[in-house]
């Protein structure tokens, strides 16, 4: 039980379709983060949420597209992605964002997404 | 921007040898260190992390890591490895006051019973 809950825990999707993912944090904490994890890559930070206002966007193409609705939700919107795409999208939230002096990250299981 | 290495990739070790995973990152400022494990099948987990005060830190499960702020490195180790410490390890920086955490690509770390 992590605290950090991700659904989908895998998904399929053509490169026309839409989808989200859902990630829900029962900790009570105010930032929360999506990091994308491929193969022989280290991860990569997507996006940042600190109490409900995006504070990082990490150069993301807008086929990915993020919503925080409040601070225990946020959800990765896709649309027309390609197949280089395909990857584990991992959701992490913290207290209150990494720049405080005792910031640390709390991962979800991560959802595995492939795009044919 | 800063950036992680991390030089082994695969270390395959059999059970009560000792362990030192190499971490290297590339910043000139101040900056917290972590290190996050990730054992198959689960989520990333944090498993030791250093702010400041004394650069030897102790972290769960028998680990620790040391803080050379000469060399920019952030090594971990362990005296006794288990079958079961069998996971990824992954090293990451945080510049202080900065919200970007950068990770390492990870070592994969096998233990042989």
């Known amino acids: 039980e992590t605290g950090v809950t991700q659904t989908p825990r895998h998904l399929v999707m053509g490169m026309t379709n839409k989808k989200s993912l859902k990630c829900e944090q029962h900790?009570?904490?105010?930032?929360m983060y999506w990091y994308k994890q491929s193969a022989k890559k280290p991860l990569e930070l997507m996006f940042v949420?600190?109490?409900?206002?995006?504070?990082e966007n990490n150069s993301v193409p807008s086929r990915f597209s993020p919503e925080c609705p409040n601070s225990s939700h946020l959800f990765l919107h896709l649309h027309t992605l390609q197949p280089e795409d395909s990857a584990l999208y991992l959701c992490?939230?913290?207290?209150?964002?990494?720049?405080?002096?005792?910031?640390?990250?709390?991962f979800g299981e991560g959802s595995r997404l492939t795009v044919l | 921007a800063q950036s992680v290495s991390q030089h082994n990739h695969h270390v395959i070790l059999s059970e009560a040898a000792s362990l030192e995973l190499g971490c290297n990152y590339s910043y000139g400022g101040t900056v917290n260190l972590f290190w996050y494990v990730q054992y198959p099948g689960q989520h990333l987990q944090l498993l030791l992390k250093y702010f400041s005060g004394d650069p030897l830190v102790k972290g769960i499960k028998g680990f620790e890591a040391e803080f050379i702020k000469s060399k920019f490195s952030f090594n971990l180790r362990k005296p006794s490895v288990q079958w079961s410490d069998t996971a990824e390890y992954f090293c990451a920086v945080n510049p202080f006051g900065n919200e970007k955490l950068t990770f390492g690509t990870g070592t994969r770390l096998t233990i042989i019973p």
């Open positions: 949420y600190n109490f409900k206002e995006q504070t």
């Open positions: 992490a939230s913290s207290q209150d964002g990494l720049t405080t002096n005792t910031g640390e990250l709390f």
């Open positions: 900790l009570g904490h105010n930032a």
